[in-house]
């Protein structure tokens, strides 16, 4: 099977493929959330798209219920269809029972009649947990590409965007997908890789937290200048310096690999003079991190590696940066 990457900057892998589009003319967009998670069934996240003009399929677990109606199931958008796999029969009580028989459980949106159009994908949390978003994307000739195994953490009530700009013309460019990450969903992060024990203890995740707090005071400041410019350097650095500290702690297997001192003192020979840093520098020494960072456990097992470095990527793209190389990837830690 052909395989090529085309431009989706959460860093899937597609392949090219072959569907039967629901009719000429137009193509088939089919996107499914499932969770892998060894002894919790069910996906802890729901979907919901919606079209340019605000028609939406999924399910909004903020919506009510009414009685055995379900209000906040939508099918609105033309041609396509809202399905959940391997859950039981539902209720009032229990919208959400689970078939525990099925190990694939999943929530999918099938655009079968997908045009060209800029779609918004939520990914809404109804537990706190890691899913995985797997995609097909077809033209109108039956060609496709397909992401596959996109993993991420989400937080019960919170909501993670993505948005697709997609065109079922043959010969058109793939679609483009675009992560909407605020510091929050970097904190979310941080927070549901803690919890469910792929990140090291609690002082190390303080200190992780304490690091994406400064970059988003840090940001506040830039866009508090009279003469805005198109980067706000102080925050992307922080950020990229968060993302060596992980990659850092996911190697950590001995004293010397742990060792966050050389980055640090590179960081502070290149920044400490800039007015710009006062702020971080200031409340960075003043920070307990220091007590304790010689005692503390530090770890960063592969996936999380890959699902925070990735979101902070896409943070940094947003603060008019890049991250140029490829130490953010999983697959140099031995905490699997």
């Known amino acids: 099977m052909k395989r090529a990457k085309i431009f989706i900057a959460l860093g899937f892998l597609v392949s090219t493929m072959s569907y039967c589009s629901a009719s000429t003319g ?35 677990p903020i919506a009510p219920f009414d009685n055995s109606e379900r209000l906040n199931m939508f099918e609105e958008i033309p041609g396509a269809i809202y399905s959940q796999e391997g859950v039981g029969a539902s209720s009032d ?38 899913y995985s978003l797997d995609g097909v994307f077809e033209k109108s000739d039956g060609s496709s590409q397909s992401l596959e195994n996109s993993p991420g953490f989400i937080i019960q009530g919170e909501t993670t965007t993505i948005s697709i ?9 793939a679609p483009v997908i675009i992560k909407t990450i605020t510091f929050n969903t970097l904190r979310n992060d941080v927070s549901v890789a803690r919890q469910l ?18 970059a988003e005071k840090l940001s506040g400041v830039c866009n508090k200048r009279k003469a805005k410019k198109d980067k706000c350097e102080p925050a992307i650095a922080v950020l990229k310096l968060f993302i060596k500290r992980l990659e850092l702690a996911n190697r950590c297997d001995k004293p010397a690999d742990c060792d966050e001192e050389r980055e640090w003192a590179a960081f502070r020979k290149e920044h400490g003079r800039d007015s710009d840093y006062k702020d971080f520098f200031r409340d960075w020494d003043r920070d307990d991190w220091h007590k304790h960072k010689k005692q503390c456990k530090r770890f960063v097992t592969d996936e999380a590696l890959k699902i925070i470095s990735e979101d902070a990527g896409w943070l940094i793209k947003s603060l008019g940066g890049s991250v140029e190389d490829e130490r953010g990837k999983p697959g140099r830690g031995k905490h699997d």
Request: no cysteine; charged share 25%.
């Open 197 to 214: 024990n792929q990140l090291g203890d609690d002082k190390f995740v303080q200190s992780l937290v304490k690091n994406i707090n400064l």
């Open 26 to 60: 137009v193509g088939l967009i089919v996107l499914r959330i499932h969770n892998e998670t060894t002894g919790y069934f069910d996906t802890p996240a729901e979907i919901l798209v919606t079209d340019s003009q605000g028609r939406r399929t999924g399910y909004s």
């Open 93 to 130: 009580e229990d919208p959400y029972a689970v078939d525990d028989s099925n190990l694939s459980n999943s929530r999918e949106v099938r655009l079968q009649e997908a045009v060209q159009d800029k779609y918004t994908v939520q990914i809404i949390g109804r537990k706190t947990g890691r």
């Open 165 to 173: 700009d997609y065109n079922p013309t043959p010969g058109t460019p």
